[in-house]
């Protein structure tokens, strides 16, 4: 806060010290400062160096300007300066012209300083509301000033805002007057207040401005379309609008003497700033050429009616006539059109198909077989596509694996893919890894027994003593010697293509050592096919229930991306026909037979097969047109009830038992089956939950989208299956 400044103005020297001690408190503190000066002309220079002066207290009798002079010069130089007069000379004549020279007050010499202090104190006093005052007055006059702006502001931007508005509206008359429709204005009194030239034409004349809404009507002879009825006034579309409606009509007539024109009248409210409504405004145009096209429409839709129900009478007496032939080309035709099928679906390789299908004039005994291999000259063995794919691979020296839930076909297809092969001159080998041993064997005697299985397939016991070869190599580990029995004694010995086929793959599971370097060797076998030749005539194909991730411990080494996987699936109908042998003796329909029951197997091989061969062994044929309510009941009564104690050959409870063990192991594996069951698909992610259970045989993978794999397993491993073994 600023000091309060103080000029005092005497020539008597002692003066200055008895101030400066009276308010010693009030300078140290900061709150008053005081100058002093000597006479008038001395006071004035100071007042002009420091206006902020706030009190000048002076004495009347000075050398070169006295102090009622100073008074009257202080008036007029500085208004807001409040001086009071310290003299000897107290007379009433000096008090009175001090006064009306504008002293604030008046001290008498000798001081009293405690009189001064109070004065000061009032003087003080006096000057701060002075001061107040005087801002309160700047400010208001500062706040008048901006007012005056503000509202010179306010009154240009209005009259830019009115001549705006003003070229608005002629813009808005102008466009209305060039739209191709009619407009009519109405206010929210109801009286008219604007048409323009279209409107006036259509309408016959102007508007009528005392008008009321109710009264247009009857004023531009306003009908009801078709008629000669005055249009309602409080149906017609611009009341409706008043009342804050927006509709639109074209049962309107303007009638013009004999002229009439219909109309189609569209109107709308407008709503003013408050949301009320200022203005109803109707659009409307004449609509002659539609109507006339409407009713040319309708002439000529009632005589294409017309002909039309003359071509159908001819088409009904034509139908009449050829039903009857119609009939027996599709009785004809039926049998032909699914043979076409058939022809068309298998007509590309039939090479190969050729080769593995035995012909019916060969077969003495035709018997369905459930269960295990097929063998060679099997009449019900199915080829399928992955016959053609894993004939071509090997064909071409691709190493294969055909990894799969059980009894799907694969051994099966080994054995005619063996003999194919066999024919053209290859050397082929099956081995069952099941029939090493288990568990409780070493890697030393696993690996000898497979070199001598190995050696014994290839009718090479007669010439190399496998055991004694086996010891003389004992400075090598027991995978070393397999590859260098494969390198030096198989490979030297045979000059022809060789393929093994390493079936039961899955038994490595039972294992209690790593098996990774038996698979590691068989990827260096495909990869020395670069540096040595005769390695290009050996193949490898493993079969088995499993995946390749589960195969290797070590998920970083995999020889799986130099194979080529065979995909097995279940039997096509195309595919499935050498099958229809053993039905004809009893079905009348063989091929809708074989299709129904593959509805319920999805081509499963077992299944199918089972299938067939209770249909085979029925004591009775199946009623012709009955198929599809008679091979339901064949399944549930000799498949579906007391499953368990009819699954022979063993099938289901195959499955019930790895799901009870892979339910032991992980629950979410079971888990995901209840939900592919309540859910019917689920997107395939390719977990481990998920490859477990594909392994099952439950359920089977198409497009990315799990399913289940048939309806045989849908009503035995329901969800009633499900929840019973959750919660056990």
Same mark, same amino acid.
């Given at each position: ?205 102007? $508007? ?133 099928? $058939? ?6 390789? &039939? ?81 069952? &890894? ?15 027994? @497979? ?33 260098? @029995? ?96 053993? &039905? ?21 091989? @077992? ?109 035995? @491993? ?11």
């Amino acid at each position: 806060m600023m000091p309060a400044k103080i000029l005092v103005v005497d020539d008597e020297p002692d003066l200055e010290a008895l101030i400066r001690q009276k308010f010693r408190k009030e300078i140290r503190r900061n709150q008053i400062e005081f100058i002093f000066s000597r006479h008038g002309l001395e006071a004035l220079n100071q007042l002009a160096i420091e206006p902020d002066i706030d009190i000048v207290l002076t004495d009347i009798n000075m050398p070169q300007m006295d102090g009622l002079t100073l008074l009257d010069q202080i008036k007029l130089l500085y208004p807001t300066v409040t001086s009071v007069i310290i003299s000897a000379y107290g007379d009433m004549t000096n008090i009175r012209t001090a006064m009306n020279r504008g002293a604030f007050d008046f001290l008498t010499k000798p001081i009293n300083l405690d009189d001064l202090e109070i004065t000061t104190q009032k003087t003080l006093e006096h000057v701060q509301k002075l001061k107040t005052a005087l801002e309160q007055e700047r400010l208001a006059r500062q706040a008048q000033t901006q007012l005056l702006i503000h509202l010179q502001q306010e009154i240009t931007e209005r009259q830019r805002a009115e001549e705006a508005l003003r070229d608005n509206e002629k813009k808005l008359a102008q466009l209305l007057e060039a739209v191709p429709v009619g407009i009519f204005v109405i206010d929210r009194y109801g009286k008219s207040s604007y048409a323009n030239q279209t409107a006036v034409q259509i309408l016959g004349k102007a $508007i009528e401005p005392e008008a009321k809404v109710d009264d247009l009507t009857s004023i531009y002879q306003a009908y009801v379309a078709g008629t000669q009825q005055i249009y309602p006034p409080d149906k017609q579309p611009i009341a409706l609008a008043l009342r804050g409606e927006s509709v639109s009509v074209d049962d309107v007539e303007i009638h013009q003497g004999d002229k009439v024109i219909p109309l189609e009248v569209s109107a709308t409210p407008i709503f003013d700033e408050q949301g009320q409504i200022a203005y109803a405004i109707a659009a409307f145009q004449d609509i002659t050429q539609r109507k006339q096209s409407e009713a040319e429409r309708v002439k000529f839709t009632e005589e294409l009616a017309i002909k039309n129900t003359d071509l159908q009478q001819a088409k009904d007496k034509l139908a009449q006539a050829n039903q009857t032939l119609e009939e027996k080309v599709i009785e004809r035709t039926k049998e032909l059109s699914q043979t076409l099928e $058939i022809l068309k679906a298998t007509q590309a390789e &039939l090479v190969i198909e050729n080769a593995l299908l035995r012909s019916a004039e060969n077969i003495s005994a035709y018997e369905y077989q459930v269960g295990g291999s097929l063998p060679m000259n099997a009449p019900t063995y199915v080829v399928r596509q992955a016959d053609r794919y894993l004939y071509k691979a090997l064909k071409r020296g691709e190493f294969c694996y055909i990894l799969n839930a059980r009894q799907m076909g694969k051994s099966s297809l080994r054995v005619q893919i063996m003999n194919r092969l066999q024919m053209e001159g290859f050397i082929c080998v099956a081995m069952d &890894l099941s029939e090493i041993g288990n568990r409780h064997i070493s890697m030393e005697q696993w690996y000898a027994g @497979f070199t001598y299985i190995l050696a014994s397939g290839f009718n090479l016991i007669t010439e190399i003593d496998v055991i004694t070869w086996w010891r003389e190599h004992q400075f090598l580990s027991p995978i070393q010697r397999l590859g260098t @029995f494969i390198n030096e004694v198989l490979l030297e010995k045979i000059p022809q293509n060789i393929v093994i086929f390493i079936d039961e793959i899955d038994s490595i599971f039972n294992l209690n050592f790593e098996i990774d370097d038996f698979f590691i060797l068989l990827r260096s076998c495909f990869n020395k096919r670069a540096d040595s030749p005769k390695y290009q005539r050996l193949t490898f194909v493993l079969l088995g229930v499993a995946t390749p991730s589960q195969l290797l411990q070590d998920k970083n080494r995999t020889p799986f991306n130099i194979g080529q996987l065979i995909e097995l699936h279940g039997f096509q109908l195309h595919e499935a026909q050498p099958l229809l042998q053993g &039905l004809i003796n009893k079905v009348s329909n063989p091929q809708t037979v074989l299709k129904e029951l593959l509805e319920w197997t999805n081509g499963q091989p @077992f299944l199918t097969q089972k299938l067939c061969k209770l249909i085979g062994n029925s004591s009775s044929p199946i009623p012709s047109n009955k198929e599809v309510e008679w091979i339901e009941n064949l399944v549930q009564t000799k498949v579906v009830v007391n499953w368990e104690s009819q699954d022979e050959p063993e099938h289901l409870r195959t499955i019930r038992d790895r799901i009870l063990s892979l339910q032991r192991r992980d629950i979410q594996v079971l888990k995901l089956y209840q939900e592919v069951i309540q859910h019917e698909e689920v997107a395939a992610v390719d977990s481990l939950e998920e490859r477990e259970l594909l392994l099952s045989g439950l359920v089977v993978k198409q497009e990315g989208i799990l399913k289940v794999h048939n309806r045989i397993y849908q009503r035995i @491993f329901d969800s009633k299956w499900v929840d019973k073994i959750l919660n056990s």
